[in-house]
């Protein structure tokens, strides 16, 4: 920065300080500008935050969505040009529902109807994906490239006109110390300024409709997924009265409870019959042998006994050799 410019600055940071330690009064603008300087203060605070606001109504979930940023964030590091989309909660919710719906089988309703619901769920978690995309196109991308643009181009010229009216201020308060020609220059740029922030904000107000038309935008994304979503869960209540009526008006089935004793002789007769069988067949041909031959069947009995593990086949067994020997 060269010596003149220095010294200017030097010149404003003088009469800024002044006027917030002594007090004293600077040039007054006229009411007009005040006041669209005002709505342009107030309509670039709302831009920020209605987009931090929409952000979060769209995404909710403030860990999902730092994670969402930080995945899209290495995607453009990587040169990658699809994106992660944000995890809605309807999918999630969905997904939950048709796994255990179908863990539990088409023979219950319990099942069904929880898989009903969570492809009902998984369809609104759709129709939310295309909300948020909706929003971001017509709704948020506009409202940041007005910040962006138009905001940012508005600020601008109020800030350059803040500085040359400081230096305006000091110089006619210095008037005699200063020359009337630097006087005049710092008046004529003061006027430059004020002309060009003026109008900058008298054509940003004037066009407002289209704030209006992105405002409409939101709302008709908004609209039009609570309209899908109703027509979704009509169809998946419907869905739902009908499985009560059907499970409602289904013959009941009589409890017919089984013993253990008949099913451990059904697992006996499918998985050993034939090695237990066999396993009878040689003990009893062993008894009778030994009973009509040496008489050692004491000896005989007991060692086959012990091949056997099965509690009602030893059982079974022993009446069977009782009644040979008798």
Not at 250 to 269: G, L, V, Y
Request: with cysteine; hydrophobic share 30%; net charge neutral.
């Amino acid at each position: 920065m060269s010596v003149a410019g220095l010294k200017k600055q030097f010149h404003k940071a003088s009469q800024l300080l002044s006027e917030k330690i002594s007090g004293a009064e600077g040039t007054k603008l006229d009411e007009d500008f005040m006041e669209m300087e005002r709505k342009i203060d107030v309509t670039n605070k709302s831009v920020l935050d209605l987009l931090t606001k929409t952000t979060e109504y769209l995404q909710p979930n403030p860990a999902s969505r730092a994670k969402l940023g930080m995945l899209n964030t290495v995607s453009k590091m990587r040169g990658q040009v699809k994106t992660t989309g944000y995890p809605q909660t309807e999918g999630l919710l969905g997904d939950c529902m048709m796994r255990y719906g179908h863990d539990l089988g088409d023979q219950s309703s319990f099942g069904g109807a929880l898989v009903d619901i969570g492809e009902a769920m998984r369809q609104m978690a759709d129709v939310k994906d295309s909300l948020d995309i909706s929003v971001k196109q017509n709704f948020i991308d506009p409202l940041q490239n007005l910040q962006d643009k138009d905001l940012k181009e508005i600020t601008h010229h109020l800030k350059k006109l803040e500085g040359r009216r400081l230096d305006f201020d000091y110089k006619k308060k210095r008037q005699g110390k200063v020359s009337d020609e630097e006087i005049r220059q710092a008046v004529e740029k003061f006027e430059e300024s004020k002309e060009l922030a003026e109008r900058s904000m008298f054509n940003f107000l004037e066009n407002d409709v289209e704030q209006v038309s992105q405002l409409s935008a939101l709302v008709e994304a908004a609209l039009d997924y609570h309209r899908q979503s109703l027509e979704i869960l009509e169809d998946l209540n419907t869905q739902l009265q009908n499985r009560v009526s059907s499970a409602s008006s289904r013959p009941k089935r009589e409890f017919k409870p089984k013993s253990i004793m008949s099913s451990i002789e059904t697992i006996d007769n499918t998985q050993h019959n034939g090695s237990y069988s066999s396993s009878l067949k040689s003990s009893d041909i062993q008894i009778n042998h030994t009973v009509n031959g040496n008489g050692k069947s004491r000896y005989t009995w007991t060692d086959h006994i012990k091949q056997v593990s099965h509690p009602y086949i030893v059982l079974k067994m022993t009446y069977s050799a009782s009644l040979e020997i008798i």
